[in-house]
């Protein structure tokens, strides 16, 4: 899993010795980092990444990493952090929002292939199921759609299925329903066919 938060030192252009290599790798041990690398930036000023699972060490390590390469007589001209957007695939201020990454369609249609049962949810209110999606699939259920008016969520039977309408439910505004249904031939078809439409190279 790739860490969520990334530190850029920018600095002068310097020598990246062996005793400044042992001087950061045990600062990085330290906090639990897993990387550190040096890399050219087109200014033909140089900058020194390391990369943190937490918000707590990575702003730790904005305070401590420049400190440490001025003390080796690095001038440092800037710091900053950036947070890891999976769903657009990019770094970005820890302020923004992130989204969550799109699952790939094969894996999506795998786990359709075992389940038997969807929950079918539809809202009068425009976006209004975008944070019931997320919460759905941050419990590892399968949706179908992006969260604007309709949502189909996947069960594996009709007891799960009836849990869903009964936790998803307690989220909607008023005037919203939710069914379970029993997955037909042609409906499993036409949900790989909205898997493939939404998170494939042309949905993308």
């Known amino acids: 899993m790739r860490d969520e938060y990334r530190i850029a030192v920018h600095t002068e252009p310097f020598e990246w010795t062996y005793e400044l290599e042992q001087e950061l790798g045990a600062l990085l041990r330290d906090i639990e980092l897993s990387a550190v690398s040096l890399d050219d930036d087109p200014s033909t000023s140089e900058v020194v990444f390391a990369y943190a699972a937490s918000e707590e060490k990575a702003r730790w390590v904005l305070e401590e990493l420049p400190q440490a390469l ?9 710091a900053h952090l950036d947070r890891w957007n999976p769903g657009e695939q990019r770094w970005q201020h820890p302020s923004l929002p992130v989204s969550e990454a799109l699952p790939e369609p094969l894996a999506m249609e795998s786990q359709l292939d075992t389940c038997d049962w969807e929950v079918h949810v539809h809202s009068p209110v425009s976006g209004s199921l975008r944070q019931v999606r997320q919460e759905v699939v941050g419990a590892g259920y399968l949706c179908v759609g992006t969260g604007g008016r309709r949502l189909s969520v996947l069960a594996d039977d009709s007891g799960e299925a009836q849990e869903l309408v009964d936790r998803i439910r307690l989220e909607l505004p008023p005037g919203s329903e939710t069914e379970p249904r029993r997955l037909t031939r042609r409906r499993r078809w036409l949900l790989k066919e909205l898997i493939g ?4 190279p042309s949905g993308s």
């Open 70 to 78: 001025n003390r080796d007589g690095v001038t440092v001209n800037d």
């Open 197 to 200: 439409q939404t998170y494939g």
